[in-house]
């Protein structure tokens, strides 16, 4: 009897104890999962905030891309394709990881995405030579990582037809807004090549030369112009539709995307030149 009632109350310690093992187990796994999400959201809010000083300027704001300087990371076909595209055996985190640390010396598509000529794309990691330390890497992928759940959620792109402006000069524009003219510069790409990366020429003024307004009112008038405009606004309208009616010297040509003619209208164009006359 006493043995049998020495083995229960063995049993029955050992059980209970099990118990409290593994209730407190299942709440640490819980204070674990909680305390992961929040780092998480930690890393994607700096890797926000690298994004929009480093980054931002050759893909974008939003990471929508910039016509040919740097391509879309926050898209449908950069999550869904551009792995087999590249022929990339490892992880999409790896790919990440791996491009923003060693950055691209040439572009894969250099008929597309220019970037910074050579290198394409800076390293960003301290062991290539980078500015940054390994926790703002992970940082950077974690921000770039958070947009793939949207990014695999939008429509497959189909061109909407625009009624683009064409590349006649002479057509008598709509009123412009500056302030309209501001907002399109950055969502059409303009601001990635001509203020945040010296791509194309500088559009604010700097000590050594007025803005792209002032210039523009010089231009047409200059022995070397080899276009067709009469006045500041012509000089723009050309500029941005027929880029390679006249190169600015220092620049190369064809850099400038030759379709804008196609993808923006003339009340968008007029928005346009309003801002970059305002610019002196
Ligand atoms: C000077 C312009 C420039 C800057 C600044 C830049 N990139 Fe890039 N990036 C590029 C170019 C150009 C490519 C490669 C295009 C190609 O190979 O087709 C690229 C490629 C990438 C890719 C791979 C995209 C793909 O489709 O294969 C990732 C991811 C990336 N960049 C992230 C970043 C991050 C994050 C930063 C900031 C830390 C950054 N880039 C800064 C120009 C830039
Ligand atoms: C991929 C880079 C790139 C993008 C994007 C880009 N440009 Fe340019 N742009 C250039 C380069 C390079 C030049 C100089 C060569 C030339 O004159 O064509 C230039 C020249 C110009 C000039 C002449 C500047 C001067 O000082 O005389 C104007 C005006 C201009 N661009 C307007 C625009 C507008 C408007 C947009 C957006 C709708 C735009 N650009 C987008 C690269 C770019």
Redesign the pocket.
């Known amino acids: 009897m006493r043995i049998q009632l020495e083995i229960f109350l063995g049993t029955l310690f050992t059980v209970l104890t099990l118990a409290l093992f593994m209730y407190a187990g299942f709440n640490e796994e819980s204070r674990m999962a909680e305390w992961t999400v929040e780092q998480q959201a930690k890393s994607i809010e700096q890797g926000a905030s690298?994004?929009s000083q480093?980054?931002a300027?050759?893909?974008g704001p939003q990471g929508q891309g910039v016509p040919n300087?740097?391509?879309a990371?926050n898209s449908k076909a950069?999550f869904a394709t551009?792995l087999e595209e590249?022929g990339w055996a490892g992880s999409m985190e790896d790919y990440?990881r791996s491009?923003?640390s060693a950055g691209?010396v040439v572009?894969?598509?250099p008929d597309?995405?220019?970037?910074?000529g050579r290198p394409?794309?800076?390293s960003?990691s301290e062991e290539y030579g980078g500015p940054f330390r390994r926790d703002e890497i992970d940082n950077?992928v974690a921000y770039?990582l958070n947009w793939e759940e949207e990014a695999l959620r939008q429509p497959d792109v189909t061109e909407e037809p625009i009624d683009g402006v064409g590349v006649d000069i002479t057509l008598e524009l709509p009123e412009g807004d500056a302030a309209r003219g501001e907002q399109l510069a950055i969502a059409q790409g303009c601001t990635g090549c001509h203020v945040a990366?010296p791509v194309g020429p500088g559009w604010m003024p700097t000590d050594t030369e007025p803005g792209v307004g002032a210039r523009a009112e010089q231009r047409f008038q200059q022995a070397d112009y080899t276009g067709n405009a009469v006045d500041a606004s012509q000089y723009l309208f050309e500029s941005t539709v027929l880029p390679n009616a006249y190169v600015v010297e220092g620049f190369l040509e064809n850099l400038m995307p030759q379709d804008y003619g196609e993808k923006i209208t003339a009340q968008q164009l007029a928005d346009l030149i309003a801002y970059m006359l305002s610019l002196r």
């Open positions: 690298l994004f480093a980054c300027g050759c893909h300087l740097a391509p990371l950069f551009r590249v990440i491009t923003i691209r572009s894969t598509r597309l995405y220019v970037g910074g394409a794309m800076p960003w950077l770039v990366q």
